[in-house]
């Protein structure tokens, strides 16, 4: 046992299966939970919580480990609600997406002795609320770390162990350095994808129902992706904005000379880009980051199990 | 056995899998290979071809179906190569993801009493050439069709039983419909995801290492997509221009109306648009094309199996 209780603020997927993960390697001794919906508390202390409570100060009373996991932009205003209610020397994190908004919005609140290190869990599906977790989510995936200057030692110590006990990977960035990162791997990936599929919805009913019947392979990836829970996702963008629109801005610019190219018909142009970009992912998967997933590329003769991904 | 003789002319992916699964459910009397470079033959001789040839035209000698599966921009060199040695009352079909330009490159070439089917089967990995290809490539794939007016039925029936027979499911499309289709759900994901991996690499240069190490989910899913087969896909971009053009104006179009609502933090805006493609994918897992791939999305709570699609 790494905690003996821990209050998970905010009851979704990644509050739910941190939940399932630490029960199954007995890393916590009481688990409390607080959710703003009624409903969301029931199924969380029918599931996966020893117990629920009305408040989210009451829900950190006497927590050696608070987890906020709520939209970013709720942090600020429940770190106000729990902050002179956190016990001495508790430990407080979070698992947003984006870094710098969270501290901005927590650190104000939190009273001295109380060690917060922001976190950032890279896993998730495209289900989200309190029946969705799952005790493997974490299996093998990153669990980024943000500590301010100065952390204790020991707190941050600890905190890696229950990360790691629940299968995690962890590793520490800076905050500025972790948005702008996230910003390329995720945040604007995310954002292409949801704009791919809108356009996709202006088509169908032009062309019926194909669009959806046919949509295998790279579309049905990018529709994956948009199906992220909403809220999340519309807090990511509102306060990871400056990465974003540097990243989307580098991004258009680069569509726009592979679709002059297409206009052109400037063949040796379009073959020596996609042989670039083909380079680059080999280079993933020689980091070993192909990997991580259930899906694993192999070298040579390709197997059923292999995941289509070109038509 | 649906036909004595199939001649398969270019021998990579689509060609090498095409041969193991008539193999592997007995639908051909002889599978006769020709590609342009001897270390290929060579190798298809090896894994899957009955007999190899140093000319696609004799290669297609006496073959009742001739199968085109090279680079769709050198599907007109091929049908002129052949033509003239064409069995009479033989079929043609072809594998080309665009088929307008396949049609007029092709059908100029062909003698009379030929039967030319043009195909499309929507299936793939991201590796090529001869040693790449498995006999369940095509399981539960749309295998999509495009036959002219006036087309043979009989010889349009025979097609169609081989090709279910390794396994995939046949539609038929009016051939512009079908560009403008796999130009929504296919070609324009695809030059998205290549100028992602394209602006990551920029980025790899700015952050070292971290966009590879922490590239899982969106991210990954784009680079997987973008690791396809250069020529094939630049020969896609540059036949299907129009399509792809349109969608691709669109598609800017979208992307800079959800990047000025980040950059004017309208919250509602993004909320409401991420709800909407949230919908859409819901969409295509109830018309079942989630369920065709290896990965299957289940209703209620998630396994370890599921996929992760956010951070």
Known sequence: MIYQRVALIGLGLIASSM??????????????????????????????????TESA?????GADLVVLAVPVGVMGEIAAEIGQHLAPGATVTDVGSVKQAVVDA???????????????????????GPRSGFATLFQNRWWLLTPPEGCDPEALARLRQLIEGMGAKVDLLDVGHHD?????????????????????????????????KYSAA??????????????MWRDVFLTNKDAVLDILGRFAEELFV???????????????????????????????????CAWRPRPGRRTSTARPVRW
Chains 1, 2 share one sequence.
């Not at 790279?218 to 809220?231: K, L, N, Q, Y």
């Open 19 to 52: 939940a399932h993960a630490m029960r199954a390697n007995g890393l916590a001794g009481e688990i409390v939970g607080y959710a703003k919906s009624p409903e969301t508390r029931a199924v969380a202390k029918e599931l996966f919580c020893d117990r629920v």
């Open 57 to 61: 100060a009451e829900a950190v009373r």
């Open 106 to 128: 927590v650190t104000p609140h939190l009273p001295a002795g109380v060690h917060f290190i922001p976190g950032h869990p890279m896993a998730g599906t495209e289900y989200s």
């Open 180 to 212: 702008l990162v996230v910003a390329v791997v995720s945040h604007v990936p995310h954002a292409i994808a949801y704009t791919m599929v809108g356009v996709a919805d202006h088509m169908r009913r032009v062309s019926q129902s194909e669009v959806i």
């Open 218 to 231: 790279g579309f049905r990836d990018f529709t994956r992706i948009a199906a992220s829970d909403p809220v």
């Open 258 to 292: 592979l679709q002059r190219a297409i206009r052109m018909g400037d063949g040796e142009h379009l073959h020596a880009y996609f042989t670039r970009t083909r380079a680059i992912r080999r280079g993933i998967i020689e980091a070993g980051q192909g990997l991580a």
